[in-house]
Structures are given as C-alpha cells and as structure tokens.
C-alpha cells in the first residue's frame, strides 16, 4: 500500500521561506510533483521532476525548488520569497505507471496523492 505523508506547512510572512516535505512508503520517487489548490479552485501544477528534468510553473520559477533525498525516500519543495498568492494547500504526487508521459502538470498523470498541507501567506 502505497502512502504519502506531507508535513511543514504553516503560517509565515511575505518574503519568508517554508520547507514542505512528502515521505513515501510502498513506493519509490522518481516522477513526482507538487500541486496546490484554494477552495474553490482547481489543483494547480507548482512543480515536477518527470525522469530527469525539473519543472515549475513561471509564477513560481526562482523562488521554488524540488528536491528528492534518495535515503529517506522523501521529497521537498523549498519556497522561498513567498507571496500572498501562494497561499494554498499544497499536495505532493507521485506517479506509479511506466510508461512515457508528457504533460507532467496535469494531475491525473499521477497516481498517489499526499493529504496536504497549508500553507498560508500574510502580507
């Protein structure tokens, strides 16, 4: 059974950092992304590794970066410079199907979906 664990959410001001992580057991990270969402809204592509290349979404290009830490099979997603537009939950994914992909911002080219963790932005 494969789960995702999200954690390091929280409130923070503009122009502060959070570090969001995803921890996996029953599967192994290799393609995987970050989503977020508001209420109301649909999920919103932030961020992928799809096989060797990194994505981000260009309202967030600069100040995000995915990482993978291969021994503790967990991922993170450092926010930088945070806006009040970021303000989200934020979801970790993880794709579990081989095969080729290309639309890496879409989310139902995952399989696997973290509970979520809010993260709120003040101005």
């Known amino acids: 059974q494969v789960q995702l664990v999200e954690s390091g959410g929280g409130l923070v001001q503009a122009g502060g950092s959070l570090r969001l992580s995803c921890a996996a057991s029953g599967l192994t990270f290799y393609n995987y992304g970050w989503f977020r969402q508001t209420p109301g809204q649909e999920r919103e592509f932030v961020a992928a590794?799809?096989?060797?290349?990194?994505y981000y979404a260009e309202s967030v290009k600069g100040r995000f970066t995915i990482s993978r830490d291969n021994a503790q099979n967990t991922v993170y997603l450092q926010m930088n410079n945070l806006k009040p537009e970021d303000t989200a939950v934020y979801y970790c994914a993880a794709r579990g199907r081989n095969g080729y992909y290309s639309d890496y911002g879409q989310p139902r080219n995952y399989d696997y979906w973290g509970q979520g963790t809010q993260v709120s932005v003040s101005s």
């Open positions: 590794k799809r096989h060797s290349s990194l």
